[in-house]
């Protein structure tokens, strides 16, 4: 179907979902088509439910999960099955390749051999291969639905509703430019299915800003597809709702994340919410073409604003004193440690050009070592790695404020290369502990990215033997989870059987 103006939209999905009760589609000056609440929307309610319209596994995933299902090899298991044809896609068993095949791979194994036959074509092939997979799946599902021009009518929040070429033609297709190779290439592997340039042009430019990554459980990236009722929502950096991916057929769940009152527009954030108001808005400038005037992008004159404690100063030289005389010795007793710095996220903030010429240079140089120090990250012997981020890591929280995002990166990286070099419990778990009340700050309340962070640090209190802590940690977890992943989800399941032990 042709793609249809805003009117057309809202009349469309205003249809769509007429029997769930919680939402309506609006037209608003300044956001476009929204997704409103009719009623009120309590936090860890799910609103919607969809299945994709087309999906493909990442490329990077290829040899380690099945095309399908997305279910990752056992390493202990047989290996996964290859498809025999373009030998580019694996499966767990027969059953997820057929029905893969019968979906859209059929026609995409062809077109991939035909691709491997011409050099330079299987090298564009390789270096956007993500994008025209993805592009490939949708043509094939188009062509397939091209008599299905019917809405597909939601019965309930909890049933998903199933992705049609009609809610396809609903996709906004923004100006940005599409890269030649990837468009000549699609155009050329997609001649089995259509011959019209356009079409696949204007498939590869609604990709850049409807398309969906699609997250496991660590909400690690391991799939894109095309949700047309995903794609409803408008962004916002401090969201209300949270998207995440359930069942081998890729499921997508909107779900509230905090108390919604009725009026109130349905957001999620296209992005990830720890970058500073600058860095966000070129983001989503640079792939949705348009600025963010969410309350969280407004300016604030408060010197101690949230842009300035991400890239800002905290200079305090006993807690640079503390953390110089740190050492790494089994049975070391933190606690002075614990309370200096670990303890201490709200202290007072500063710009570098805000201190006197020699403080300036002072923590210039510091920083400049700290730098250097990082660099070794990379080191192939994990223990020259660790010892490198380890002072780093102390450089730069002698100075730096708690939430400056460069020590939040920094302490990421640390924590684990402690527990993969098998260092002192406790830095692990000091260090996690303080991620996770770090993002308690830079995410929205009842954030995944939240509760996986104390769920990591329960599991190592309870290694290093801190029962109390661990519960404490656990709780935390099981709270946040439960909200925006669901009572039923398996890692709130073994959290609630850790908890009863």
């Known amino acids: 179907p042709a793609p249809m103006v805003d009117s057309q939209r809202v009349a469309f999905w205003q249809g769509a979902l007429n029997e769930i009760d919680a939402v309506q589609i609006e037209y608003r000056e300044g956001r476009g088509v929204c997704v409103v609440a009719k009623e009120p929307i309590m936090a860890g309610s799910i609103v919607i439910q969809s299945l994709p319209l087309s999906f493909v596994l990442q490329h990077a995933s290829h040899s380690q999960r099945c095309e399908e299902c997305f279910t990752a090899t056992d390493p202990r298991a047989p290996s996964l099955l290859k498809c025999g044809g373009c030998k580019a896609v694996h499966y767990c068993n027969k059953a997820c390749q057929k029905r893969n095949w019968k979906r859209?791979?059929?026609?995409?194994?062809?077109?991939f051999q035909r691709a491997k036959e011409d050099a330079t074509m299987a090298k564009t092939l390789d270096e956007h291969f993500d994008a025209i997979h993805l592009t490939l799946a949708t043509l094939v599902t188009l062509a397939r639905l091209k008599d299905d021009s019917r809405p597909e009518v939601a019965s309930t929040s909890h049933s998903p509703i199933r992705a049609t070429s009609a809610q396809y033609a609903t996709l906004t297709s923004h100006s940005h430019p599409v890269t030649d190779e990837a468009a000549i290439i699609a155009t050329v592997l997609g001649t089995g299915v259509t011959k019209d340039a356009k079409l696949v042009r204007r498939i590869l430019r609604c990709s850049k800003s409807n398309?969906?990554?699609?997250?496991?459980?660590?909400?690690?990236?391991t799939g894109a597809a095309v949700y047309p009722l995903g794609a409803l929502l408008n962004h916002d950096c401090a969201?209300?709702?949270t998207m995440h991916y359930t069942g081998p057929s890729h499921i997508q769940i909107v779900r509230a994340i905090r108390d919604i009152s009725p009026g109130e527009e349905l957001c999620h954030s296209y992005l990830d919410q720890c970058a500073t108001t600058a860095q966000r808005q070129e983001k989503l400038q640079e792939q949705y073409e348009f600025e963010c005037r969410c309350t969280l992008c407004q300016p604030l004159e408060d010197v101690d604003n949230r842009d300035l404690q991400l890239?800002?100063?905290?200079?305090?030289e006993s807690v640079a004193k503390l953390l110089s005389e740190l050492e790494l010795k089994d049975g070391l007793d933190p606690p002075t440690f614990a309370r200096s710095f670990f303890s201490n996220i709200d202290t007072t903030c500063y710009s570098l050009n805000e201190l006197e010429a020699s403080e300036q240079t002072?923590?210039?140089?510091?920083?400049?070592?700290?730098a250097e120090k990082l660099t070794l990250a990379t080191a192939e012997d994990l223990s020259v790695a660790f010892?490198?981020?380890?002072e780093a890591f102390k450089l730069f929280a002698s100075f730096q404020h708690p939430l400056n995002l460069e020590l939040l990166e920094t302490m990421n990286v640390l924590q684990n290369l402690a527990l993969e070099t098998h260092q002192p419990l406790f830095i692990a778990r000091l260090v996690g502990r303080r991620i996770a009340q770090v993002y308690e700050r830079l995410y929205p309340a009842n954030h995944p990215m939240i509760g996986l962070q104390w769920y990591r640090v329960g599991d190592v209190a309870s290694l290093d033997n801190k029962p109390v802590e661990a519960r404490l940690y656990h709780h935390k977890a099981r709270t946040n989870l439960a909200l925006c992943m669901g009572a039923d989800?398996?890692?709130v399941r073994q959290l609630d059987e850790t908890l009863a032990e």
């Open 104 to 111: 859209h791979h059929k026609s995409i194994c062809k077109a």
């Open 211 to 221: 398309d969906f990554a699609i997250w496991d459980d660590l909400l690690l990236a």
């Open 239 to 241: 969201p209300n709702c």
């Open 311 to 316: 890239q800002g100063l905290m200079v305090k």
């Open 362 to 370: 002072l923590v210039s140089s510091a920083l400049e070592l700290a």
């Open 387 to 390: 010892q490198g981020v380890f």
């Open 489 to 491: 989800h398996h890692f």
